[in-house]
T-cell receptor, first 114, second 114 residues
Framework: TQLLEQSPQFLSIQEGENLTVYCNSS?????LQWYRQEPGEGPVLLVT?????EVKKLKRLTFQFGDARKDSSLHITAAQPGDTGLYLC??????????????FGAGTQVVVTP | DSGVTQTPKHLITATGQRVTLRCSPR?????VYWYQQSLDQGLQFLIQ???????AKGNILERFSAQQFPDLHSELNLSSLELGDSALYFC?????????????FGPGTRLTVT
């Protein structure tokens, strides 16, 4: 069972469209991180959100951390083919049996076609 | 380039064998994490070391062990290998031990057990 549930699992859109990826949990996280991974390579950190309700922008990417620090979203405006990749959310839950264990969601595969 | 190096890049071995994967963290980083990524399980946290000491343990099998040396490089030892151990193994490093610190991933070692 994944502690971090990501949706959708797969997203295929045309260049120029917008998209949103969700990361949800029933547990509280002190912070959440978003990564993008390309085939055969290691994940690359995009952003870390720490404060409940926080919104961070990275060019066309907007990241939001839920007020209760249990969920997060990633919104991409005017997607480009270069945005194609596996988007992963990750963090450490504050539940007793998960303390200190870094958890990753299963990921959302995003494909942007020209 | 994240600054994290992993060797070897590819490893092919037979069932029952033992292998050692090596990781050198980014300069200045004290924490090292090991992850296993397979198609059906996603990215799974195995273990974390901080400044030579085990910090957190995830879904690491008893057949697997790791250590971090005084020069901060780390090794992951996998023994009595099974077909199901075939996966990408990633090492990541961060400056501190807490989950709020950003992790930087290496390029991974692809292990194939035949």
């Amino acid at each position: 069972t994944q502690l971090l549930e990501q949706s959708p699992q797969f997203l295929s859109i045309q260049e120029g469209e917008n998209l949103t990826v969700y990361c949800n949990s029933s547990s509280v996280f002190s912070s959440l991180q978003w990564y993008r991974q390309e085939p055969g390579e290691g994940p690359v950190l995009l952003v870390t959100v720490v404060t409940g309700g926080e919104v961070k922008k990275l060019k066309r990417l907007t990241f939001q951390f839920g007020d209760a620090r249990k969920d997060s979203s990633l919104h991409i405006t005017a997607a480009q083919p270069g945005d194609t990749g596996l988007y992963l959310c990750a963090g450490v839950s504050k539940t007793t049996d998960s303390w200190g264990k870094f958890q990753f969601g299963a990921g959302t595969q995003v494909v942007v076609t020209p | 380039d994240s600054g994290v190096t992993q060797t070897p890049k590819h490893l092919i071995t037979a069932t029952g064998q033992r292998v050692t994967l090596r990781c050198s963290p980014r300069s200045g980083d004290l924490s090292v994490y090991w992850y296993q990524q397979s198609l059906d399980q996603g990215l799974q946290f195995l273990i974390q070391y901080y400044n030579g000491e085990e910090r957190a343990k995830g879904n690491i099998l008893e057949r697997f062990s790791a250590q971090q040396f005084p020069d901060l490089h780390s090794e992951l030892n996998l023994s009595s290998l099974e077909l199901g151990d075939s996966a990408l193994y990633f090492c990541a490093s961060s400056v501190g031990a807490s989950d709020i610190y950003e992790q930087y991933f290496g390029p991974g070692t692809r292990l194939t057990v035949t």
